[in-house]
């Protein structure tokens, strides 16, 4: 197998589990275990021995999942690196943006922790309120709708908002077939019957912390807005794309704009998957842990490959690859 033009995917939130990274933090050189100890600092306490010991539950949160995902991906590109792969570009979903940020030098990696760290806090401060003044079960979130176009599905959010369904939104613009919606449990379930009207083969309540992506969290971007305002942005030093636009991002000061609008404002996946195709690019890494973009990418049908490397069987499997490739040049 033959990648010279790579770019890295990052995951977001929901890619979690208990003892992520902790393979790569062993395999890995120096690099890998600065960035743990960086980390640690940062957070206030031992990284490893909290994705290692946290359960489910308490990775699921913002204030949790934000720092240990963005540290197991961050880690995962540093091991990449390591081994002599490079990204041509980069781009991530949802929170997954925060490693590209790194990836790309707009932030330095201790920017880095410290921004996820306040907005996973601002984001789980929103959602703790928004819980506790729902009736039981009847809390704002999240729903994927399987089998309706993105088009269709912003179409009838616009067509049903002026017909008074208000507070649904388009969050997560997954794939030709998948959009996530968010929005109050009522707007949720009445949204859930008339989709299936239109057409959709299932909506699926996700078990998620809240409505992320839409303006039902603004709270959060107003107390992390400040925080994002204080912090150093540079230019792009290699392609980098952007989940609300959907295309490259030209500068430091765009990216800084585009990562507050995020919080409130939908992934557009779909999109970025068609503009990072057009790149020239010959493969494509998930880099952190799951496997949830890759399905993404396949679904996307770009003819262009994507590949795990999340943990550090998957980073050694493509060191050997190149290897093998710079022994038969």
Known sequence: ???????????????????????????????????????????????????GEA???????????QPTITLANLAAAVYLREQGILPTACAGFSLGEYAALVTAGVVDAETCFRLVK???????????RLRSGAAGGAEPGMAAVIGLDPEKVEALILRWKTGGLLDLYGANFNSRNQVVVSGTAPALAEAEIRFKKAGARRVIRLQVAGPFHSPLIAGAAEVFGPVLEAAEFKDPSVPLFSNVSGGPIASGAEAKALALRQITEPVRWTTEEGALAALGIDAVLETGPGTVLQGLWKNAETGIPCFAAGTAADIQTLAGWRLEEKQGA
Do not use: H, W
């Not at 393979?23 to 957070?43: N, R």
């Not at 359960?55 to 999942?65: A, F």
């Open 118 to 128: 306040a907005r996973g806090k601002a984001m789980q401060d929103v959602v703790d």
């Open 55 to 65: 359960d489910g539950e308490t990775l699921k949160r913002s204030d949790i999942s």
């Open 1 to 51: 197998m033959v990648i010279k033009n790579p770019a890295f995917l990052f995951p977001g939130q929901g890619a979690q589990y208990q003892g992520m990274a902790l393979d790569i933090l062993e395999a890995g050189g120096a690099g890998v275990k600065e960035l743990f100890a960086l980390a640690s600092e940062v957070m206030g306490q031992d990284m490893r021995a909290l994705i």
